[in-house]
């Protein structure tokens, strides 16, 4: 019965804590494994010994390998493979040349300054060659960088997981084998490390087929289970190739990942929805139970000459393995300095190395809690040094680019044209998209980027990439369709700022309704649409300078006469569109259009305020 409850309070405070960590590191800014492994560390064996992983006896390693499967397949669902296409060069030479090199220098750190033997260095340097996309990602999600940045470093983190995981079980067989003294000729290595990409890959990519049929039949998966049938095809596919290859179960949900994503099976978004909060959820209590499981007084013992190592790492060994494997590429120097400064190793490197340690102990090999310590205290560095710094290297180096946020612009009229003008003005990509063909087509024969889609079905949306967008913005004449559309976009997609115009407040979609859909009102006020369609006149910009020494007001306050209206605020050289809770200064410039006179606008705009 004791056993019981202490598995129970375990399990129950290893996903309570993780998720606590998850919040309280959105709400900080800060990544959420500093967290996960503090809470881990002090309700674990050193400290207050309420979290005891031991409980879940060989249990811990299957949970920790159905997570990593989770975590795995939703990473390679969500890389963009058009964007992988255009950067395939860089990528393959990371996940090759790079690794090669990586593994050859972390080994010769891990030796000569960790001091561990030759065989736990070797190991140690191939388990080190993996990066984290569950940090990568999250880290990229908030930092304005050009997409080639943002692809090469998915694109490696996703694809050199496996690569390197695999890398460093080869190495393992062969450790574990001359200690038994097993024959370990090359033809044995070689298959330890092809066969199981091998294997992985084959087997991932007949499940993708097999869940790519199950989920467009309708007749036989119903919609309310389809992520649950995802799910367990995860797992099926992971068990088959763990049963055919140990450890191939790691290659073979990466490969189903990528090639799911290019079968066009219906409701995909909801699936990486789905499989996002598995990974979120598995990530949280993986970390918490490893890091329990941790001895901190470990840690303490790799002290000055640990720390030094991790940076060396970090600081010489990254970088010399970035640069070299992309010589001769598209990348500039400040592109390749940034990716060789965001290296975070996160779950993948963690499980590994604790199911390592294990298998050393009981092949009575010393070195398992040297690789495990050395390898937490290179995740908890690389981690919070990396992700807390990485914005502002990218600042120092000029890589931000706040101006090339693109807007999603639904509704090619009159009004939406305009807009679409003034966005590309001012070096926003912007996309125009519309049901109504004839409106495209015009709007193509202005030079402006507009498509034919549905703002209001998922897969139009998802069909022109709408989760990449910084700004969506809503401006049909149906007040309805904006409020919808800009709620799919926010709620399905995460797009964050969304803008849906207006009609009639009184009747229909209204404010309040807005707020509940999380949108913001766009230009700060209900319009008339129709009548900026209908009217013959010309539209003409205005630039209008909120005059010095002028109080802060909210532009919603601003009484614009019907004619007027005021699209976009610029403030120190960033534009942002106008709404409902946006505030006016002294020194900024409001973009109007409107169809008066020259003239006639400035002398409304000087009595305004």
Not at 119 to 137: D, E, N, R, S, Y
Not at 489 to 498: D, I, K, P, S, W
Request: net charge neutral.
């Amino acid at each position: 019965m004791h056993s019981d409850m202490t598995l129970l309070v375990t399990i129950v405070s290893a996903v309570g804590f993780g998720l606590l960590a998850q919040i309280l590191a959105h709400r900080w800014h800060i990544p959420a494994i500093v967290l996960l492994l503090g809470f881990g560390i002090l309700l674990g064996q050193s400290v207050l010994k309420i979290v005891q992983p031991h409980v879940l006896g060989t249990g811990l390693s299957i949970l920790v390998k159905l997570a990593v499967a989770i975590i795995l397949f939703e990473g390679a669902l969500n890389l963009d493979l058009k964007s992988l296409s255009q950067c395939a060069t860089e990528v393959r030479r990371l996940v090759t040349v790079g690794v090669l090199l990586s593994w050859g220098l972390i080994t010769l750190i891990a030796r000569f300054i960790a001091g561990l033997e030759w065989p736990i260095a070797l190991l140690f340097g191939a388990l080190m060659t993996v990066t984290g996309p569950t940090v990568v990602q999250p880290l990229l999600r908030r930092i304005p960088l050009p997409r080639s940045i943002k692809t090469v470093l998915e694109g490696e983190a996703i694809l050199v997981d496996p690569i390197g995981a695999i890398l460093a079980i080869a190495v393992l067989d062969v450790i574990l084998a001359t200690a038994t003294h097993s024959a370990t000729g090359w033809l044995n290595i070689l298959w330890a490390y092809f066969g199981r990409i091998l294997i992985g890959g084959t087997v991932g990519a007949l499940g993708a087929f097999g869940l790519a049929f199950l989920l467009k039949n309708n007749n036989l998966v119903p919609q309310e289970l389809s992520n649950l049938v995802a799910l367990a095809c995860v797992w099926v596919t992971f068990g088959v190739a763990e049963q055919l290859q140990s450890e191939a179960g790691i290659m073979a949900v990466v490969a189903m990942g990528l090639i799911t994503q290019s079968r066009g099976i219906p409701g995909l978004q909801r699936l990486r929805r789905f499989k996002e909060t598995l990974t979120t959820l598995g990530i949280s209590v993986i970390f918490i139970l490893l890091a329990a499981d941790l001895d901190i007084t470990s840690l303490w013992k790799e002290g000055a000459m640990g720390l030094l190592a991790v940076f060396l790492m970090m600081f010489v060994a990254r970088p010399l393995a970035v640069f070299f494997s992309t010589w001769h590429t598209r990348l500039d120097w400040r592109q390749k300095t940034f990716i060789a400064w965001v290296g975070p190793r996160g779950i993948v490197a963690a499980s590994m190395a604790s199911i390592f340690a294990l298998a050393l102990q009981e092949s009575g090999l010393p070195g398992g809690e040297h690789l495990l310590a050395l390898t937490f205290l290179t995740i908890l560095l690389t981690v919070t040094v990396q992700s807390l710094t990485a914005e502002k290297i990218a600042h120092l180096l000029g890589l931000l680019n706040r101006g090339e946020e693109k807007v999603f612009v639904v509704g090619a009229n009159k009004l939406g044209c305009a807009l679409v003008k003034l966005f590309q003005k001012y070096a926003r990509p912007v996309l125009l998209v519309d049901t109504n063909r004839t409106a495209v087509e015009h709007a193509r024969a202005k030079g402006l980027d507009a498509v034919y889609g549905n703002a209001l079905e998922e897969e139009s949306l998802e069909e022109y990439h709408v989760e990449e967008y910084a700004t969506f913005l809503a401006v049909t004449s149906n007040s309805e369709v904006n409020v919808l559309a800009c709620q799919l976009a926010n709620n399905e997609f995460g797009v964050e700022r969304t803008y849906p115009a207006l009609s009639n407040p009184t009747k229909g979609a209204n404010p309040a309704l807005l707020k509940q859909t999380g949108g913001k009102l766009a230009f700060g006020r209900p319009i008339d649409i129709q009548a900026w369609e209908l009217s013959d006149e010309e539209i003409h910009e205005f630039t209008w300078l909120i005059p010095d020494r002028q109080p802060a007001l909210r532009a919603e306050e601003v009484p614009f006469p019907a004619g007027i209206l005021p699209l976009l605020r610029i403030r120190r050289g960033n534009i942002e569109l106008v709404h409902t809770e946006q505030s006016w200064q002294s020194g900024d410039e409001i973009v109007v259009i409107s169809t008066f006179a020259q003239e006639t606008v400035k002398k409304l705009l000087g009595g305004l305020i």
